[in-house]
């Protein structure tokens, strides 16, 4: 896996809170937490972005169909 840099600014009392779960041993690096949370996200908003795109299919599916039934209706 080819990583990138990036530079963050965070709140100090989540920088505050990375720093106990590094040091009751959850985690090796604030690197890592982040790389896990940026993860999760991106899953989930994955997940929520192919929902979407599949209602927006059946959307264009459904006005097709309308269009159909008024150009059946015209005639």
Known sequence: MNNKRL???LPERSLDLMD???KL???SSRSEIIRLAVR???LERSEKTAEYLKK???LRDMQDSLEKLEEFKRR
């Open 7 to 9: 530079t963050v600014r």
């Open 20 to 22: 106990l779960m590094i």
């Open 25 to 27: 041993g959850e985690f």
């Open 40 to 42: 999760d996200f991106v």
């Open 56 to 58: 927006m299919e059946r």
